[in-house]
């Protein structure tokens, strides 16, 4: 069940990332990453505190970026243009 939780909260990261990512297109890219980097030690964090193991963090945390990563890509696909 922390598995689960870990996970779901860090979809919620992954799509805060993503949202803000979106709202600061013009962004130049070294701020993207250091933005990347913050949210990825925020999903670590939070997913510690929940698992209290750094090597299921690290395999869950990829897991979710990974699932989220994917789920990006198939609904920009699906994009409709009007």
Same mark, same amino acid.
């Given at each position: 069940?922390?598995?689960?939780?870990?996970?779901?909260?860090?979809?919620?990261?992954?799509? *805060?990332? $993503?949202?803000? %990512?979106?709202?600061? *297109?013009?962004?130049?890219? %070294?701020?993207?990453?250091?933005? =990347?980097?913050? =949210? =990825?030690?925020? *999903?670590?964090?939070?997913?510690?505190?929940?698992? &209290?193991? $750094?090597? &299921? $963090?690290?395999?869950?945390? *990829?897991?979710?970026?990974?699932?989220? =990563?994917?789920?990006?890509?198939?609904?920009?696909?699906?994009?409709?243009?009007?």
């Amino acid at each position: 069940m922390k598995e689960y939780l870990t996970i779901v909260l860090q979809f919620i990261i992954w799509s *805060a990332y $993503t949202l803000i %990512e979106w709202l600061s *297109a013009y962004d130049r890219i %070294e701020y993207k990453i250091i933005m =990347f980097v913050i =949210f =990825f030690y925020l *999903a670590f964090v939070i997913g510690k505190s929940i698992v &209290k193991s $750094t090597k &299921k $963090t690290m395999i869950l945390t *990829a897991l979710s970026l990974g699932g989220h =990563f994917v789920l990006f890509i198939m609904l920009n696909s699906l994009q409709i243009n009007f």
